[in-house]
Each structure stands twice: as C-alpha cells, then as structure tokens.
C-alpha cells in the first residue's frame, strides 16, 4: 500500500470508506426467473461468492499441494492422513507460507475420514514446552485444540471420527468429533532456536497419526507401507481462474455441506449457478452473467485487499498504529468479509485465547512502516505483552515475508538470549536497517528501504488482550 498520512483530513477514514466502495459485498436479492441478470448484477453476486468461497479454494488448495508428496518432507508436507513435521526454522527464502515464524515449528496433517476414524497420539512433552495441535474445518474455522494450554503436557491419545462415524471408542481413548469428512490439522512445537532443534524434533517424533483400524491390529508401531516411488517435492497449486473458480467452489460445497447459517447467501448464489451440486461452466448461463462472473474472479484479489484495508483500518487508528484482530477471529459465524481476508493473509488464524497475531503498520509519525526509517517500541515496566506462554516479535517486508539481514535475527523473543531489559524492568526494542550503537542486543534488523510490518504474537494471551484494554505502546520513529 502506498504510505499517507492518517491525521489527513482525507487519511485513512476516507480509504476506508473507498474501500467499502470497491467491496461493495450487499447481497442483491434473488431475482425472479422471467427477469435476466444484467452483466452488472452477476458481477456483484460473483463478488460475494468470491469472498465467501475462496476459504474454501485456499483450503481445498492447501491441502491439494502438501498432500502431494508420496512421503512426508521436512517442511511439514505429507500424504492425507498422515502428518508432516517441518524440520528447520524459517528464513527469507521460504515463501510458501506468508507470514511465517520462528517461534514455533510447524506439524501438519490434511485428513479425509471417510475411510474411517483416526487415532491421533501425543507424547508427553518435557520441560513444560509449549505445543499446539489446531483443528480447522473447510470453511476454516477452528472446532477443536488439544495441547499446552488445554490439554496439558501429558502423554495423550485421540480418535478422530468423521460425521458417518458409528463405531466404538477404545477404552482410555478421547473422541474429537469432526462435522466434515475433511479437516486439516496444524501443529506448532515452541523452539528456542538453532540449538534447540534436535529437541524439538525429538518432541515431534512422538506426534503419530494412523488409522483407527491400524492401531486396533498393531498399535502405535504401525508405520505406513513404503511408497515404490518417492515424492517430496510438492506439486503448485493454483487458485483456478474464471467459471473454474466457482465449479471448484461448487465441489468444495458439496463435498462440504455449508452449515444452516449460509442459507441465504447460498439462496443468492443460486441465481447464478454456483451451489452444491451446481457447475456454472456447464449452466448454460447467459453470457452477461459468464462475463460477471469472470471479472468478479478477475477482481477477486484486489476485493480482499479493499476488505483488509475495511477491517484493519479503524483498529490501526484506536490502537497506536496496530491491527488488533477482532475477537471472532478463527470461528467467524457469517462474517464472510474477515473469513476472506484472513484466508488469504494469514490462513489457519488461531482463537484468540490460543494466541494473538498484533500488527504493527505505522508509526508515531502516522504513516506506514519504512525502512528508511529508525523506530524504537518501548514497553513500559508492567506493560510488557501480555503472554502467558510466550511473547514474540517479527519482521516482514511489504510481501509478509522474512527479512534478510546481516545477523539472521527475524524476531525478538521473551526468550531471546541476550535481551536486556531496562533498570526499571521496561524494555526496548530498536527497529531500523543499521545496528543500533549499544543497543545490538534489543536490535530487530528491518529492510534498508520499503515499507514492512512487525508482528507481535501472544500466545496464552493475558486478560488484558482478551477484552481489549491492553494498550499497545507506539512505534515511535527516532530518526
């Protein structure tokens, strides 16, 4: 986005107000069979089946690329229904994820249980180490976690049934039940660092997935068979263009029955072929409605760009330059704008008593993040973030990827070594493209030009995040 100045009379109230413009998301009523839809009024619906469908495309996309591979990787790829461990931490040139960090490393596993349940099982893990297992439905809401904060560290074990599921629980196993054959599983193991990897890695080697059937007859030994051909490159994947957006919507839909609560907009998108069990390639649909729908796809990425700007603009102007996700973040009910959004900046967003992505835009002199700029964020004594876990603080440039730079430090940690606190318990974190002079240790290296964001990740987050009254300190430019 090209930098402006917020306290402009036409700053950042009146982008937001364009910006709900070119979304223009009001769902146009059903119209009546003997009245055509103009080319105009495809477009719109189009629009909204774009931004309630692509969660669904990014799901489905998703999974099509990690499953791909014949055996799991090290990048937390792997088969359907088996898990994924990613094995190194991030770095700038790793740009399949956006945002990525290195906090945690990631275990992945894409299910489809309409082969039967599946027996997930945890280790106990030492040292109190924070882990997560995140469970995600198509539509990308979160339905269940097991892990540090609510489950414990103890050594665990699951079945996983899909909705077709009638069978018996094993005595001392716990159920997670699934509403969809499909389900996506994202791990995270907290790592400390280079060093601390071959422990982390230890830790994720007692993470197991298999078959209910499997561990009935063998038990947690059971591994799968050995593939005759070895795959561990992962196929791209693209989001499909024109009608095949909506015909690969449509098989999404229908392997995933959408819930009661989209009723109406599937009513909406019902008067121009794109349902369950509809393909609109193959409706003989007129060629106004063809030509609508194909620019609302055509469009579709610059719509979710204008509803991020919607979303984040006025909590970046109440909290000191910072987006401060909305609290149904991750189990979004009808709120098709956000779910998109997030799909596609940030998909597999956590609940917010999990953790909390905080980002940070501008800075005290009102306008967005630069490289050619110094910035100092202080936390005062008693103000540091509010973590329960751990607190952390990342770099990204303008494409939400790391940044390179001459120490390969791409976030601050409450755990980085070396971090100096002030006298009186506050703390500060330098932000700039040169080392500050004193100051290497409290130092997050930005990019020497370019506009960037930062990062600030709670997990277990503090009372004070949870019902907004944390006050998040300013990025105040110093040069």
Not at 97 to 108: A, H, K, R
Not at 147 to 157: E, H, L, M, P, V
């Amino acid at each position: 986005m090209p930098a402006f100045t917020l306290r402009q009379t036409r700053g950042l109230a009146a982008l937001v107000a364009g910006a709900a413009a070119i979304a223009g998301l009001a769902a146009i009523p059903a119209q009546a069979a003997a009245t055509p839809l103009t080319e105009a009024q495809a477009q719109q619906i189009g629009t909204d089946a774009y931004v309630y469908g692509i969660p669904l495309i990014q799901f489905t996309r998703q999974s099509e690329r990690q499953t791909s591979v014949t055996v799991p990787d090290t990048q937390s790829d792997a088969p359907i229904n088996q898990l994924g461990n990613a094995r190194q931490l991030d770095t700038p040139s790793n740009t399949v994820f956006v945002q990525p960090n290195n906090d945690t490393l990631y275990t992945m596993g894409h299910l489809d249980l309409s082969d039967g349940a599946l027996v997930l099982h945890v280790s106990a893990i030492p040292d109190h180490r924070y882990y997560s297992f995140e469970f995600l439905d198509p539509y990308t809401n979160v339905f269940h976690y097991i892990g540090t904060r609510t489950t414990g560290d103890g050594a665990q074990t699951y079945v996983i049934t899909g909705p077709k599921f009638h069978g018996r629980i094993p005595h001392g196993l716990k159920q997670i039940q699934s509403k969809y054959e499909l389900a996506w599983i994202v791990g995270r193991t907290l790592v400390y660092g280079q060093s601390d990897l071959p422990a982390v890695h230890k830790v994720q080697n007692g993470y197991k997935l298999l078959p209910l059937s499997e561990y009935l007859a063998h038990g947690l030994k059971w591994t799968p068979p050995r593939p005759k051909h070895a795959v561990t490159t992962p196929k791209t994947v693209a989001v499909p263009t024109g009608l095949k957006f909506f015909d690969q919507l449509d098989d999404a839909l229908a392997a995933s029955p959408p819930p009661a609560r989209d009723a109406a907009i599937l009513k909406e998108l019902k008067t121009v072929g794109i349902g369950p069990g509809l393909q609109p390639s193959s409706e003989h649909l007129s060629a106004a409605v063809v030509q609508g729908l194909t620019t609302a796809v055509e469009d579709g990425p610059a719509t979710v760009a204008a509803l991020k700007v919607k979303i984040a603009g006025a909590s970046v102007l109440k909290n000191n330059g910072w987006f401060v996700p909305p609290s149904n973040i991750g189990d979004y009910g009808t709120d098709y704008d956000l779910r998109a959004v997030v799909a596609i900046n940030g998909i597999a967003a956590n609940l917010p008593p999990e953790a909390m992505y905080i980002v940070g835009v501008t800075g005290s002199n009102d306008q967005y993040l630069n490289g050619s700029n110094n910035y100092v964020i202080h936390f005062p004594a008693g103000q540091l973030p509010p973590a329960k876990y751990f607190w952390s603080l990342t770099m990204y440039n303008s494409s939400f990827y790391l940044v390179a730079n001459s120490i390969n430090r791409y976030e601050i940690a409450s755990h980085t070594a070396g971090l100096k606190y002030n006298s009186d318990g506050s703390l500060d974190i330098y932000i700039q493209h040169i080392a500050p002079a004193g100051h290497e240790s409290n130092w997050l290296p930005a990019p020497a030009s370019g506009t960037f964001e930062v990062t600030l990740r709670l997990y277990g987050p503090g009372k004070s995040a949870l019902d907004r009254t944390y006050t998040y300190p300013v990025i105040n430019q110093t040069n």
